[in-house]
């Protein structure tokens, strides 16, 4: 069983930054592992992920704002998050797959319980 634990999400304002850690088990670094988010009401979207070889993808609504990498050493996927906008408010989950990463939330194995990112104007 693959074990995600995010943390670092917060209240900031609008241009201000943050950085999302992902914790994972051992054995998840064997996969990819992306970050969603979800706003109530909607659909959860994709917004990155990094592959096992390290390879990065974004969306395109963060893309020059947002980058993930990973510390195979701590066992931890971290976004850092930059030029944040209200749009970006939203519960922020890491997850793990086999294989290549996917946009599509169906396609991914292991789920974070979240954490809150607020950004006020």
């Known amino acids: 069983q693959v074990q995600l634990v995010e943390s670092g999400g917060g209240l900031v304002q609008a241009g201000g930054s943050l950085r999302l850690s992902c914790a994972a088990s051992?054995?998840?670094?064997?996969?990819?592992i992306g970050w969603f988010r979800r706003v109530p009401g909607k659909e959860r979207e994709y917004v990155a992920a990094?592959?096992?070889?390290?390879?990065?993808y974004y969306a395109d609504a963060v893309k020059g704002r947002f980058t993930i990498s990973r510390d195979f050493a701590k066992n931890t996927v971290y976004v850092q998050m930059k030029s944040l906008r209200p749009e970006d408010t939203a519960v922020y989950y890491c997850?793990?797959?086999?294989?290549?990463?996917?946009?599509?939330?169906?396609?991914?194995?292991?789920w974070g319980q979240g954490t809150q990112v607020t950004v006020s104007s």
């Open positions: 997850a793990a797959r086999r294989g290549a990463y996917s946009d599509y939330p169906i396609d991914w194995d292991y």
């Open positions: 051992e054995r998840a670094f064997l996969f990819s």
């Open positions: 990094i592959t096992s070889g390290g390879s990065s």
